[in-house]
């Protein structure tokens, strides 16, 4: 109970939008921008199903239509009545406790759950706090397994041109070298083997040429290479392409040739995104690690896992030093565990794989007219992604403005105008997010 000598915390004015975008800009570094910003942030005073609620209009809309998913996580939109009530019962019995030497139920539960629903062999889950240190912890799993089981030389990674794995430093060393966004610590990370990039297309067909290519890397790296990682069927932040599912069969059966692990960073596409489960599944392989993260939360707190096969584990195990030595602090939060525990039960509880199926369709109809544009290079949709690729880099002062007088939130970046919109998104507003995401495309 409250100690009721200690004072309640004092009631403090709200701030006005301007107040707010002034220390905001004096004091308030946002991701991928300069210090101070140069583009005025929209200030959301709060969010409601797939609907932003703005403290200020803004190009006439007080409310907005959320295209992103708040990066791909809120899948369930805002203030979801079962998520809430998980935070809620939560707090009531802890909001924290170091997972050092103890455990608790939900981060147990969340545990068990998710092995349950990854692929098969995947039965050892690391808990972290973000997606670019799920895939950290991935790397050091799989550097450590070769060094415990005498083959200490085996240290770099490989992947495929276009990915995009994070922004700390083993998820940058295997982003795009060249077109990413860490170019500039080209000449300080730790230097990876990198394939072309994959051939496009979800439904294409296996290319043998592409498949001698991986065939002829992997083999000539094998003695160093400690795994391949890839993104599976969609490249996310690296240029939001499609892939065949079939290279990823080809991966395994290389890695498991050549003796490599094999990581998928499922971080964008897990949890129903691709219209599978998993990216996973669409290959029907398991890799010997995979990352989870974003949609894993339901957008409600930070939280991310790397499983891991007991052959992996084991060989830590065997190790000079037997434990992974890593260990965030909020690792295993059992507000974070609980919220994300009661996401996964609310999208198995549904037929979401029905409700990908009618985003995608609303997608492929709203985001068809794209392709007339002049500056459109592509438009593609797989599940509940919709892209619109430019010929040029996108304008995005212009680009964000169209959209947000259509009533829409999208975020582009490069030379992509995209929406991956929460699956409870009404077909009404799909259609509203699609006519945002064409008008972005032609003021872009």
């Known amino acids: 109970m409250p100690d009721p000598h200690h004072p309640l915390r004092p009631q403090v004015p709200p701030l006005s939008a301007p107040e707010l975008l002034a220390l905001d800009r004096q004091h308030v570094w946002h991701p991928y921008g300069p210090m101070p910003g140069r583009q005025e942030p929209?200030?959301?005073?709060s969010a409601s199903g797939v609907r932003l609620r703005l403290a200020a209009p803004a190009h006439g809309r007080e409310e907005l239509v959320d295209g992103m998913s708040s990066w791909w996580s809120a899948i369930h939109g805002y203030r979801h009545p079962v998520l809430d009530e998980a935070v809620r019962e939560q707090l009531g019995r802890m909001s924290h406790v170091m997972f050092g030497g103890l455990t608790h139920e939900?981060?147990?539960r969340l545990a068990a759950k998710l092995v349950e629903i990854t692929p098969a062999g995947l039965e050892h889950v690391f808990l972290s706090d973000s997606g670019s240190v799920a895939v950290e912890v991935?790397?050091?799993?799989c550097l450590q397994h070769w060094r415990s089981v005498g083959r200490p030389g085996k240290t770099r990674l490989l992947t495929w041109r276009g990915g995009y794995h994070g922004d700390t430093w083993q998820p940058m060393a295997v982003c795009d070298p060249d077109g990413g966004m860490h170019e500039l610590w080209s000449g300080a990370l730790p230097r990876?083997?990198?394939a072309d990039e994959p051939p496009a297309g979800f439904d294409a067909p296996v290319d043998p040429a592409y498949a001698d290519h991986l065939r002829t890397l992997i083999a000539a790296h094998a003695h160093e290479l400690a795994?391949?990682?890839v993104e599976p069927v969609v490249q996310g932040a690296g240029g939001m392409r499609y892939h065949a599912p079939g290279y990823l069969r080809v991966l395994r059966e290389l890695c498991d040739e050549y003796e490599v692990l094999l990581v998928l960073d499922e971080i964008a596409t897990g949890f129903g995104r691709t219209g599978a489960l998993f990216a996973a599944d669409h290959a029907g392989i398991t890799p010997d690690v995979m990352c989870v993260g974003k949609a894993l939360t339901g957008g409600y707190l930070s939280m991310a896992a790397t499983l891991c096969t007991p052959k992996v584990a084991d060989g830590i195990s065997r190790g000079e030093v037997p434990v992974l030595a890593h260990g965030p602090t909020f690792m295993g939060n059992p507000l974070a565990a609980s919220v994300a525990l009661a996401s996964i039960e609310l999208l198995l509880g549904q037929d979401w794989a029905q409700e990908v199926k009618r985003i995608e369709a609303g997608l492929r109809?709203?985001?068809?007219?794209?392709s007339a544009l002049p500056g459109v290079r592509d438009v593609r949709v797989l599940g509940a992604i919709g892209v619109v690729q430019l010929d040029h880099p996108v304008d995005m002062a212009a680009a964000t403005a169209a959209a947000v007088r259509e009533g829409a939130w999208l975020r582009?970046?490069?030379d992509l105008i995209y929406t991956m919109p929460p699956f409870v998104t009404p077909d009404g507003d799909v259609a509203r997010i699609c006519r945002a995401v064409v008008a972005a495309a032609r003021e872009g």
């Open 412 to 414: 582009p970046f490069r």
């Open 138 to 141: 991935a790397v050091k799993m």
């Open 192 to 194: 990876q083997v990198f």
């Open 42 to 45: 929209l200030v959301v005073a």
């Open 227 to 229: 795994a391949v990682i």
């Open 365 to 370: 109809e709203g985001l068809a007219p794209a």
């Open 106 to 108: 939900p981060a147990v």
